[in-house]
Every structure is written in C-alpha cells, then in structure tokens.
C-alpha cells in the first residue's frame, strides 16, 4: 500500500511541475507578444558565403543570456544548418521553421560558453546579435565540427562589416 501511495504522489507531483512549465510558457508567449514577425526567407539566396550543421541552442533578449524568446519557436533548441549568405544568415532547424536574418540587422557576432540552458567550452558558441523591429536579440550557435566555428566567424564578421546597418538605412 506505501509503495501504491507513493507511486501516486510522485505522479502528481510530476503532473503539477508539466502543468506549471506549461503555464510559464503560455505567460511567456503572452508577454513577449509585441516581439515582430521575423523576416521571410527570401525565394532565392545568393551563394552560400560558409555554411555547417550544429544546434540551434536559442534566441534570447540580448544582453539577457537566461530570457529565452518563445515567440516564433525561437526559443526552441533544435538541429540545424547555419548558412551565411551575401543577403544574410539562414538558420535551417529541423523540426521548427526556418530563420533568416538579413545582412542589415545583424548588429554583432561573438563566442560565448553558454546561453538558456546551454553551456560548452570557453568560446564554444557562436552569438549572433541582431534587430526583430525594434528589439535586439542574441541567437546562439553551437557548430558540430570545432573546425567550422572559425570560417564562420570570421564570415560573418565580414559580413556584419560589409552591410548596411539597419539604422543607417531608417534615417537614425
């Protein structure tokens, strides 16, 4: 009879902390609701610049490493090919629909060892920061293959460089 009452509460127990994540997700969702459509993967994209397979770890407020945006399914951690073409990044998530940041709102990229639940070696990520409208997010990177981490680096950094900032370009 302990074993059955036992065998009960850690059930409901469990049941209580599903609904409670799910309730913090749902206010999540609610609260992040002025965040902006993101931009439309362009029909056709120019030569691919560097592209490898990782994980998409997520998109959070920048800045703010552990605010997590659930909007989207950015917050989502899936599978993926980052991509980096002369019209901008193109995150390919498996299971999660596609992101693309085009050249002008890319604001920065740099490692980090961790973000929203994700922590590796020193440097071991890459973040992208970037403008969604008027808010400035970080999305992370982590690369498959350790080797791929620095020609993508170094690619988007050239990019970020060679674009035109989305501020110039609204008269800022």
Known sequence: MVKELSLLFTLVLIGVA????WIGWRN????QADVDPLPAVPAELGGTLAAAEGQYVASTTAGDWLDRIAVHQLGLRTNAELSVHPEGVLFDRSGAAPVFIPAASLTGVRQESGMAGKFVEKDGLLVLSWMLGAKELDTGFRTRRAEDKALLLSTLQDLISAAPQAEADSGK
Do not use: D, F, H, Y
């Not at 599903?18 to 994540?21: K, S």
């Not at 999540?28 to 609260?31: C, D, I």
């Open 18 to 21: 599903l609904v409670l994540i």
């Open 28 to 31: 999540r969702l609610r609260r």
